[in-house]
């Protein structure tokens, strides 16, 4: 009877055939074969180029591989919810197919979770590999986040981290369809340890994430775990108004005693065309929320699977 505890990599994978044959690779020599079983989730997310082509055609020797085919694009966090799903390791550790997660911290991870660890957050220490504008976005972000919800996410930690299998199955069971995995994974808690790295340089191909999707993704963050910008409108409502008030009276005891005074257009027209902005905005926040309250009513999946297939080392 095999008592080896089993361990699960999950990558999804969108447009990524530069990189596939180049992190199996590395993967496979990294991980420790002896002590533990080994499966990789490769998640293809609707990819249009070769990438499902290579994740079949791979045969490795020394872990279990399991692609996963989603019938179309769904989005990172859709995706990395499907790896979860068909993980079965007693610790799941998701990275990015791109090895700027680099596998050489999975033994230290691996270490932390032998000592009774849950979690273990992989923090970059070192932000060079990014450009100036996503430093400071990123940065900003973290500040933002933390500071209107009331689930902390720790600074400068994406998806890589290591979680048992525990932890995966609250996150996974989770019923909600508009998944901010981060947010998620900080929700859950458990005991909680992290580790510091630095982040190397992509070798192959361009990141899929633009700076509109980052954008969407900060949107979607923010009004998955805080209520705070709509409350944010309820004091900007009182404070436009108090503002009214004191110029309605200031226009009143002006008339009363310097007589009648037409205001001038312009002003009048500038100040309506401010409280319509202010309207405006107010409306988009409410529509935010009420956008995700609607696409959540319907209960639809966040991600629909074509097929599952393994390859390779089967466990003993």
């Known amino acids: 009877m095999n008592t080896r505890r089993r361990i699960s990599l999950v990558i999804p994978f969108y447009n990524e055939e530069e990189n596939v044959d180049n992190t199996l690779a590395v993967i496979g020599k990294v991980i420790d074969s002896t002590r533990y079983d080994w499966e990789l989730v490769a998640i293809n997310d609707g ?99 933390n500071r209107l919800s009331e689930v902390k996410i720790p600074d400068n930690v994406g998806d890589f981290r290591l979680m048992d299998r525990r932890v995966v199955e609250v996150v996974a069971n989770l019923p909600e369809s508009r998944r901010f995995m981060k947010g998620l994974f900080a929700w859950a808690g458990f005991r909680t340890t992290s580790i510091d790295y630095i982040r190397p340089e992509r070798e192959f191909g361009e990141t899929k994430f633009s700076g509109w999707k980052l954008w969407n993704l900060a949107v979607e963050g923010i009004t998955s775990f805080s209520i705070a910008p709509l409350k944010i409108w309820t004091y900007v409502g009182f404070l436009v108004a108090l503002g009214a008030f004191l110029y309605g009276s200031v226009v009143i005891a002006r008339t009363l005693f310097f007589g009648i005074d037409v205001p001038g257009y312009a002003s009048l027209l500038t100040v309506m065309l401010f409280m319509s902005g202010l309207q405006l905005i107010g409306l988009g926040v409410i529509g935010e929320y009420v956008g995700r309250v609607y696409l959540e009513s319907k209960r639809r999946p966040p991600f629909v699977i074509r097929s599952v297939e393994q390859r390779g080392r089967k466990s003993a």
Not at 74 to 87: C, D, I, P, T
Not at 92 to 119: R, T
């Open 47 to 145: 990819s249009r180029d070769q990438t499902l082509a290579k994740l079949h055609a791979a045969n490795p020797e020394n872990f279990e591989l399991v692609v996963v085919d989603l019938s179309r694009n769904f989005g990172k966090e859709a995706a990395l919810s499907a790896g979860l799903s068909q993980a079965s390791g007693d610790a799941v550790i998701p990275l990015d197919a791109d090895l700027q997660d680099p596998p050489e911290m999975i033994a230290a991870m691996l270490e932390k979770w032998e000592q009774g660890f849950e979690v273990v957050l992989a923090r970059r220490s070192d932000r060079s590999s990014d450009g100036f504008l996503k430093r400071q976005s990123a940065e900003g972000f973290y500040r933002v986040m």
